[in-house]
């Protein structure tokens, strides 16, 4: 059993920051990212970050948004600087096996919001 929680999300003008935390329960060596999801859009895979530390970004958050984690704490984050209102979005936490988030196999959090005004 895997038990996501994140935590960090508010409200933030833009060209500020926010830092996400996802405690993790149970996911040992899963890979793990962060996927958004806004009304009428589809759902998007900001970041994902293997058990030794290789990450991959989306194009529209390179060199704004880093993905790390703490093995020892079974914490993952996403820290999100210079921020854009189009980064408005429900942020989940993800966890799978094997980096599908969309199989029978994966876990979701319960997803933290992230409103960010002009």
């Known amino acids: 059993q895997v038990q996501l929680v994140e935590s960090g999300g508010g409200s933030v003008q833009a060209g500020g920051s926010l830092r996400l935390s996802c405690a993790a329960s149970?996911?040992?060596?899963?890979?793990m990212g962060w996927i958004r999801q806004a009304p009428g859009k589809e759902r998007e895979e900001v970041s994902t970050?293997?058990?030794?530390?290789?990450?991959t970004y989306t194009d529209s958050v390179k060199g704004r948004f880093t993905i790390s984690r703490d093995n020892a704490k079974s914490t993952l984050y996403l820290q999100m600087n210079s921020l854009k209102p189009e980064d408005t979005a429900m942020y989940y936490c993800?966890?799978?096996?094997?980096?599908?988030?969309?199989?029978?196999?994966?876990?979701w959090g319960q997803g933290t919001q992230v409103t960010v005004s002009s």
């Open positions: 149970g996911a040992g060596t899963y890979c």
């Open positions: 970050i293997n058990y030794y530390g290789t990450a």
């Open positions: 993800v966890a799978s096996y094997l980096c599908n988030w969309y199989s029978g196999g994966a876990y």
